[in-house]
């Protein structure tokens, strides 16, 4: 027989161990899956304890006279660019890829990406308005 402290500890380890598991795989970005794939991102970069970078601002960079607090600051705020940046590029598909490399701050590369996706809409209507207005369409 399980004491009452048995089965709160049972109860909650199940619990997590159900929340730990929900299928929230992130596909990689071709375009049509903007808003699934970001909210995926966002969501696996704070499990993996690597969304620091999205939130904060680049701290001023390291030199001879930066005391310890600083460094470690900037240091952390570098891993998780460059770990976050690595995570993006292994979602994106290869034709996205190229873009992804043209950034080296994984805040610029979220407001290119974010920007893309709202003009691609306007873009698709101006080629065919120009398309019409020369009679291809």
Not at 14 to 40: H, M, T
Request: aromatic share 10%; with cysteine.
């Amino acid at each position: 027989i399980m004491s009452n402290q048995h089965v709160c500890l049972f109860f909650a380890i199940n619990q997590f161990a159900n929340i730990f598991y929900i299928k929230c795989n992130v596909p990689e970005l071709k375009g049509d899956n903007y808003k699934v794939w970001s909210e995926r991102v966002l969501l696996h970069l704070g499990w993996m304890n690597i969304g620091y970078v999205i939130s904060q601002d680049e701290p001023p960079s390291i030199n001879e006279t930066s005391t310890p607090d600083v460094v470690d600051l900037y240091e952390k705020w570098e891993r998780s660019n460059r770990l976050s940046m690595m995570f993006i590029k292994t979602k994106s598909y290869a034709s996205i890829r190229s873009f992804v490399d043209q950034h080296e701050k994984v805040k610029d590369l979220l407001k290119g990406i974010d920007l893309l996706h709202l003009i691609r809409p306007l873009l698709v209507v101006l080629i065919l308005k120009a398309l019409w207005d020369k009679g291809h369409v």
